[in-house]
């Protein structure tokens, strides 16, 4: 087990944004959490993330709880999150957005090797490296926030909304990235309203609402619940 979720709840002031969720994800594998806008996802990946404090629960990383621990540390455990919004620093260039990823890390000649080769594999990054951030495309800066997580090295990506605002065509090169990414080794959590894309991506899948889990499986499986269809697929 590489992370497990144990009766995590979580507060906005008088607001029970998560109510004691649990869930599990094994090296290796792809898991969404999906479910409406509201529902609680992005509290999740918060908190997990060490940005929000839960007030009670566990977050066992390799059987260590690290609730509560702060946002770097998180990171230099080996846990990354490219966050909802994408978040890229704007009136810096494309390569220093990618270079800050790395903070946490001090392998210079290692660092610029990563740089290089995520500047290869996305040739839209490389072709507009010394550019302003702001000014990419949603699309571009997206794929940008995925390789800025990726910097630090991560056991564990934390992808927050990663199709939000994005064209169908645009949304489709994202997913393949995302099972790119787990073909080269690192496991992914990810959370989504676009249920439909991210059953089609994962192993196994949790339906939060109203910041409860509802209902878990196989994602092949509940891609066909008449439930999930019904609320989530539009069928």
């Known amino acids: 087990m590489l992370l497990a979720v144990e009766n995590l709840?979580?507060?906005y002031g008088a607001i029970k944004a998560l109510r004691d969720v649990s869930f599990a994800?094994?090296?290796?594998?792809i898991v969404a959490v999906v479910g409406h806008n509201g529902a609680g996802k992005s509290t999740l990946l918060r908190t997990i993330s060490g940005l929000l404090k839960p007030v009670h629960g566990a977050i066992l990383w390799k059987d260590t709880n690290i609730a509560g621990k702060s946002a770097e540390q998180v990171v230099r455990l080996g846990i990354s999150q490219a966050?909802?919004?994408?978040?890229?620093?704007?009136?810096?260039?494309?390569y220093e957005n990618i270079e800050i990823g790395a903070y946490v890390r001090h392998d210079n000649e290692e660092i610029q090797k990563d740089i290089q080769r995520y500047l290869e594999r996305f040739p839209i990054l490389k072709e507009r490296k010394n550019q302003k951030a702001g000014l990419m495309s949603g699309g571009e800066q997206q794929m940008l926030a995925i390789v800025r997580a990726l910097m630090s090295r991560p056991k564990l990506?934390?992808?927050?909304e990663p199709s939000l605002g994005l064209s169908p065509v645009i949304i489709k090169e994202v997913y393949k990235t995302i099972?790119?990414?787990r073909k080269a080794g690192t496991t992914v959590l990810l959370v989504e309203q676009n249920a439909k894309k991210a059953l089609d991506v994962s192993d196994r899948a949790y339906v939060l609402a109203n910041g409860e889990i509802v209902l878990s499986g196989l994602s092949a499986e509940l891609a066909?619940?008449?439930?999930?269809?019904k609320a989530y697929l539009g069928g």
């Open 9 to 11: 709840s979580v507060n």
């Open 25 to 29: 994800i094994d090296e290796g594998e």
């Open 83 to 94: 966050p909802e919004g994408r978040q890229i620093f704007a009136e810096s260039s494309v």
């Open 157 to 160: 990506l934390l992808l927050d």
């Open 179 to 181: 099972s790119e990414i």
């Open 224 to 229: 066909q619940n008449q439930e999930v269809k």
